[in-house]
């Protein structure tokens, strides 16, 4: 069996896989999950580039979704980037494998598409996350090589998925290659190996990194969220059980159901420790297999930080805004899901060695047996819904009127459970649904405990909007135009001179005469696009060097590797 058979199995495979998680996700709508928002018909505008004052969280990802509904329906657009994490989660881990057998390779890839992590941050919503996660196999290959020729050029590559992912995608991705990059190189080259990681991090980093930098707040850093969204057991194992079964999400509600069952929870160690050890004494690849457990430890001690040292965390976000990336720490167990994967693979080749065929179609079987919640759509709670006909009557009214001015959503709250979409929480879409600057509260309240809210104009708007009747004359002066107001009983209104120009099951829309046509966001256009062009630039020249392909591992067109400049040729 050829290389490219068998990446176009473990491309299939990982395809079964996706259709199997999603299955009622897959019907036409949209899947409306916690952070997952897609909308019909999303549109260009100064929040898909991160100018508007909000934290860039969405950038790039929200201009890559949005590029592509331009040319594929939107619903189908979010279908075909869910069943690419798990086509590329299967295809790159399986690749790593250093087996020419079909059943280890599928083993790591079945366990890195399917397991805790992906499961939990699925439910969450974070598709941008693991769009990036799914690559990493690749970026540990990648990084491993980048002192070498045009290594600077396949790392940019392997690393374009986290970049569309945006901030957390990318941060996991350049710690796995940087610590990868370092160990393996030696010398002058390691030097030159992490050089070239920062730099290629660095200038993928720029469309979010830049209107970060320069909205009118700065960067957001509160070390008090720290206990919030630290890592906490979901298993009988304690966090750092959880941990390192690759669960332990802060979000309790996102645990698939059944997961953590004291039985199921056992089972499930076995393998990941045999995995390891697996790993630790069989696998043959000497380029990347040490770079890749140092990735995966240091991994695990930043998923860990905030549950055991939770003041150091604090600190280091005091110190500077950016590492607030890190209060989330379980994300950081994705080098770790890679180590368990490819080690899985290894005992699966070892049992192939042995004649025991059995023993290897159970280790590809396991991942699923272990966590059939994953299954049709995490047990029923990903389904497709459509956005309510009223949704659409208001964008229409909305941004046909040629008058300037903002969009205040109430009630005042960041997540919604809307009834048409099955009560399931999800961050408002108000925002990316319609096509001028809508204001909502970006507060995030976990077990009673609000974090600060970070977009400017939510903050000087807060006072009123929170009274769920906003005076109409305060909300002129602040530049709103329109208020959009859930309908449900009781439900808030401006009050005084606001005329009601919708009213429906789902939503009723308030206009303001006279508004003072918005507030000027203050993040300047000038030093994003120069981000954009010099990031676009990078990705140009990553992707026509000479002598090199652009196909990544599921096309069966990688490079072909060169011998490494140390290793000794028989």
């Excluded at 941060?171 to 610590?179: E, F, H, N």
């Excluded at 280790?363 to 047996?369: D, E, I, N, R």
């Excluded at 949704?391 to 046909?400: K, P, V, Y």
């Amino acid at each position: 069996m050829t290389d490219r058979t068998r990446h176009l199995v473990a491309a299939l495979t990982g395809l079964g896989l996706g259709l199997a998680a999603l299955g009622p996700g897959l019907a036409p709508g949209f899947v409306l999950s916690y952070d997952m928002v897609f909308v019909p018909d999303p549109a260009f505008t100064r929040l898909t580039f991160g100018l508007t004052g909000v934290v860039p969280r969405h950038v790039p990802s929200d201009a890559f979704v949005t590029a592509l509904a331009a040319v594929v329906p939107a619903d189908a657009v979010q279908k075909l980037v869910l069943l690419a994490v798990f086509v590329m989660a299967c295809t790159s881990a399986a690749s790593l494998v250093p087996s020419p057998r079909l059943l280890p390779r599928l083993a790591a890839g079945v366990c890195y598409a399917w397991n805790p992590f992906v499961a939990e941050r699925l439910l969450l919503g974070q598709w941008a996350l693991l769009l990036g996660y799914a690559a990493l196999p690749w970026v540990v290959a990648a990084a491993a090589r980048t002192d070498e020729p045009g290594g600077g050029r396949r790392l940019v590559r392997a690393l374009l998925p986290a970049a569309i992912g945006g901030f957390a995608a990318l941060a996991v991705s350049a710690m796995t290659a940087l610590a990868v990059a370092l160990v393996t190189a030696s010398g002058a080259g390691r030097y030159r190996a992490g050089l070239r990681v920062v730099a290629a991090a660095g200038v993928l980093s720029l469309p979010w990194l830049v209107p970060g930098a320069l909205r009118p707040a700065g960067l957001p850093g509160d070390g008090t969220a720290v206990g919030l969204f630290s890592a906490r057991a979901d298993t009988p194992f304690g966090t750092l059980g959880s941990l390192l079964l690759l669960g332990g999400v802060w979000n309790g509600e996102t645990v698939p159901s059944g997961y953590g069952a004291p039985v199921v929870a056992t089972i499930w160690l076995v393998v990941v420790v045999v995995a390891l050890a697996a790993y630790g004494r069989w696998c043959r690849e000497p380029v990347w297999r040490r770079g890749a457990a140092v990735a995966a430890a240091a991994g695990f001690a930043v998923a860990a930080l905030g549950a055991v040292a939770a003041r150091v965390l604090e600190g280091v976000i005091d110190l500077w805004a950016g590492f607030a990336v890190l209060r989330d720490g379980q994300q950081f167990v994705a080098p770790l899901a890679v180590v368990v994967a490819v080690g899985l693979g290894v005992a699966a080749d070892r049992a192939a060695e042995a004649r025991w065929p059995g023993v290897a179609a159970a280790a590809v079987a396991a991942p699923v047996l272990l966590l059939p919640t994953l299954a049709w759509g995490a047990a029923g709670d990903l389904r497709s819904v459509r956005y309510p006909d009223d949704w659409a009557r208001a964008r229409q009214i909305i941004d046909a009127d040629p008058a300037p001015g903002d969009v205040l959503v109430l009630p005042w709250a960041s997540y919604r459970s809307y009834p048409w979409n099955g009560g399931r929480r999800v961050l408002d879409p108000m925002p990316r649904y319609l096509h001028r600057r809508v204001v909502v509260d970006d507060a995030v309240t976990v077990g009673g405990t609000t974090v600060a809210p970070e977009d400017p104009r939510a903050v000087k708007l807060a006072p009123v909007a929170r009274t769920g009747t906003p005076p109409a004359a305060t909300l002129r002066d602040e530049g709103v135009r329109y208020v959009v107001v859930d309908a449900e009983p009781g439900a808030n209104r401006p009050s005084g001179a606001a005329a009601e120009v919708l009213r429906g099951p789902d939503l009723v829309v308030y206009r303001i005469e006279g508004a003072a046509g918005g507030v000027r966001d203050a993040v300047p256009v000038a030093p994003a696009v120069a981000a954009w062009v010099l990031t676009g630039l990078a990705v140009f020249w990553s992707i026509t060097a000479s002598r090199t392909t652009l196909s990544f591992p599921l096309l069966g067109g990688i490079t072909p590797r060169r011998p490494h400049p140390r290793r000794r040729t028989p």
